[in-house]
Each structure stands twice: as C-alpha cells, then as structure tokens.
C-alpha cells in the first residue's frame, strides 16, 4: 500500500509569485485535503477535494486554490505569495466522506523571501 | 466554531515516568476525536480515533480516553523514541473539517 507522497519537499519564493504544490494520495483513498502548518502551530485547514470537487474550505483567501485529478491526486495553488504564506504545507488523504481518519504526507516546506 | 485546546504546551518527563496529555474541545456535532504524533519537520502521523464518551483504545505504551469535553493521552512508562508532539483534533460537520490543537510537545530524557 503506497502511503501519501506530496512534492517538492522544499522550496524558496519570492513574495508576489505563485507556487504549485503537488500530493498523490494514499491508494483505494478519493478525499485530499490541504492544511498549513506555522512553526509551533498546528495545521490549519486550507480545503478538502471529494470526488475532483471542492468540498469544504477553511478561513483563507481565493488566492488559495486547488484542484484534484482523476488519479485522486491534487495541487494546491497559491498566487501572490505573502511572507506570511511561509509554512509547512500538509496533504491528507482519506476515504470517503463519511470516514475522518485523515493520513498525511511528509509535507512541502515553502518559504517566501 | 470548533475549539480545541491542549496542555501542557510542553512536558519533560523522565524515561519510565507515566503521565497524561489534556485536550479540551468545543464543537457542534463531533464525528470523532483523533490524536496524532508528529516527528518535528514531518506530517503527522495518526495514532487514534475515538467517536463517543468513555471510548478507550491503546497502542503500545499509549492508551487514548475519550469524555464529553475532553480526552486525555495516558503514556505508561515512556521511552526517549516518544519524544514527538503530540496533536489533537475534532471532526465535525457535514464534510471532513477536522480542527487542530496546537500539540504538546512531549520530551523524554533518557
């Protein structure tokens, strides 16, 4: 059983750019969804992906978007990149909707300069 | 809106020296209460799920218990290799929306 996979683990923007990050989710698993992690935070949830449909978002802004593929695997797209944007992005994978058991991806470390 | 609060914020225990870590929640509707550990730099990694008062579940040295307010962490004698954070989350409402605490983070000393 392959577990969730999310790429690049690390990457370096500048403020003002957009950035795609990149998750593939756990095997026989069809919900994705999206959280940001500040350093001595816990996550907070960006949105969830049912089904290639948004199926719930978190308090954050439209340049935070997403998309899930056939496959079940997804992107999460953020335009405009703030210094605040700098954070440990989490992808968590789940099946169905009825079930909340969430399993997570080692994450993608983005920092905005 | 769903509220959870953990505590302490950090625990420094001796290894051997049991204790408990306290989540307290708020929430409309829970779907289940989950504990996750979390290696610093990593995703989390899900530990429990427990869904009604006076549920218990165990898992080596962890033992999860479950109220109508609030859950607790038992962890019986532990080991330096459970020095992790600890994370605490509620699902709620028609989709999956699952709140977290912010963890504490436990450290044992050899």
């Known amino acids: 059983e392959t577990g969730v996979t999310q790429s690049p683990t690390h990457l370096i923007k500048t403020r003002g750019q957009q950035v795609t990050l990149r998750c593939s989710s756990q095997s026989g698993h069809n919900t994705v969804s999206w959280y940001q992690q500040a350093l001595g935070q816990g996550p907070q949830f960006i949105f969830q992906?049912?089904?290639?449909?948004?199926?719930g978002r978190g308090n954050f802004p439209p340049r935070f978007s997403g998309l899930q593929f056939p496959n079940y695997s997804s992107e999460l797209n953020v335009n405009a990149l703030e210094l605040d944007d700098s954070a440990l992005y989490l992808c968590a994978s789940s099946h169905g909707t009825g079930g909340y058991e969430q399993y997570f991806g080692p994450g993608t470390r983005l920092t905005v300069t | 809106e769903d509220q959870v609060t953990q505590s302490p914020e950090a625990l420094r225990l001796q290894e051997g020296e049991s204790s408990s870590l306290n989540c307290s929640y708020t929430?409309?509707?829970?779907?289940?209460l989950f504990w996750y550990r979390q290696d610093p730099g990593k995703g989390p990694e899900f530990l429990f799920t427990?869904?009604?008062a006076g549920e218990e579940k165990e898992k080596e040295r962890l033992k999860a218990t479950l109220t109508k307010k609030e859950s607790f962490l038992h962890i019986t004698a532990p080991k330096p290799e459970d020095s992790a954070t600890y994370l605490c989350a509620v699902g709620s409402g028609g989709y999956q929306k699952v709140t977290f605490g912010i963890g504490t983070k436990l450290q044992v000393i050899p």
């Open positions: 992906y049912y089904r290639e449909e948004e199926n």
């Open positions: 929430v409309s509707g829970l779907r289940g």
């Open positions: 427990l869904y009604s």
